[in-house]
């Protein structure tokens, strides 16, 4: 591999390009990809954070439809793949229940698993609330 290579690979890994994608962009094998990402730390965390128009797997363009979430494959068998693939990243997509500690409402978070307040807004309402305890 070149240096250009790796520096492509670590590129498209941080827009959230998928293996198979890297490799056929590069015209050079998954498992290189797949190897390289390993040692360089480029596995896991980079891609969710990518909003993008082209499917994570295979990087054609995904059509997105307005008022629903952003779908990032292009079909079921893309997304399929990518998610076995990448079962680091499954556990980043937990949902979690919580209580809200204002309202008492139940409320779920995605991925995040230390929310105490089911809004904005309960948060706001509690710390002024709960301000002055200490005194
Ligand atoms: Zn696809
Ligand atoms: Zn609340």
Known sequence: MTDEQKEKITALRREGSGY???ANSL???KDTVKSFCRRNGL?????KEVTSDKCRECGKRV???SGTKPRIFCSKKCRVKWWHEHPDQINQRAVYSFV??????KFTAYGNCHR????H???IN???RGGGSHD
């Open 20 to 22: 198979t994608a890297i």
């Open 27 to 29: 015209g050079i094998s």
């Open 43 to 47: 596995t896991g965390t980079t891609a």
């Open 63 to 65: 059509p997105q439809s």
């Open 100 to 105: 809200c500690a204002n309202c008492g409402k």
């Open 116 to 119: 105490k307040y089911c809004s």
């Open 121 to 123: 807004e309960c948060y």
């Open 126 to 128: 509690a710390r002024f």
